[in-house]
């Protein structure tokens, strides 16, 4: 596995511009449906938060709420200072550059936490959601929003045949297509649906449900951290 920083720092100007291309625009979509399914928390931590798309949408959608956005890579966070500022949530949103394995803040600080795409990231998954449920207040939830092999048999190859072609050959573009060879490999062999809850559950959380969108090509975990 590439180390992590260096590798989105590498791929940052043009990441969300290749997401949408990739997924036709509905990466947003699912992003919109990870932020409804944390309620309506008031302190949130976005972990692997890029240019903070999720953040933003939290603190879009929910009232009073103040998000708190964590990255290792420093390009991501520099353009995503910039689109705090477009979308008028500079006040609401403070974003920190730091990993999942060692999140620089105290037990029980936060009400919610969301990760899109980041965890199977992370060099450590388990330790990643120990940590979260370390930082987390009791009977508080957390949403991760991760890619995923769909389980229909005539679907699922007919995508992983696209997205294997298609993310390198659009990264290439950009001169990333290593890059994006990487991150695509990356989402078979990664652990989903009973596996990934599994992790969840070895950490402490309280998997309540998952839920399957775009034909299962990606899953929004929803654990809870019980009092």
């Known amino acids: ?30 992003r919109r449906r990870l932020a409804e399914e944390i309620r309506s928390s008031k302190i949130v931590l976005d972990i692997a938060t890029g240019t903070a798309e999720v953040a933003i949408e939290v603190v879009k959608r929910w009232n009073g709420c103040f998000a708190i956005g964590i990255d290792p890579s420093k ?33 029980g600080t936060f009400d919610a936490i969301t990760i899109a795409f980041g965890i199977r990231n992370t060099i450590d998954p388990l330790t990643s959601l120990k940590e979260m449920y370390r930082v987390l207040r009791p009977a508080s939830r957390v949403g991760i929003l991760e890619f995923a092999v769909p389980q229909n048999r005539i679907f699922a190859p007919l995508y992983m045949s696209y997205i294997r072609n298609m993310f390198p050959f659009l990264g290439s573009f950009f001169g990333k297509r290593n890059e994006y060879q990487y991150l695509v490999d ?42």
């Not at 500022?85 to 037990?107: M, Q």
């Open 75 to 107: 390009q991501m966070l520099d353009l995503a200072q910039a689109k705090l500022r477009v979308a008028g949530v500079k006040k609401k949103i403070t974003l920190v550059e730091g990993v999942a394995e060692s999140l620089p803040f105290k037990d």
């Open 1 to 30: 596995m590439p180390e992590t920083q260096s590798l989105f720092n590498k791929v940052a100007e043009h990441y969300d511009l290749l997401n949408t291309l990739l997924s036709f625009g509905t990466d947003k979509s699912w």
């Open 186 to 227: 990356s989402i078979p062999i990664f652990p989903q649906r009973d596996s990934l809850t599994k992790l969840m559950e070895d950490a402490g959380f309280s998997v309540k449900k998952l839920i399957e969108l775009t034909m299962g090509t990606v899953i929004i975990y929803v654990g809870v951290k019980e009092d």
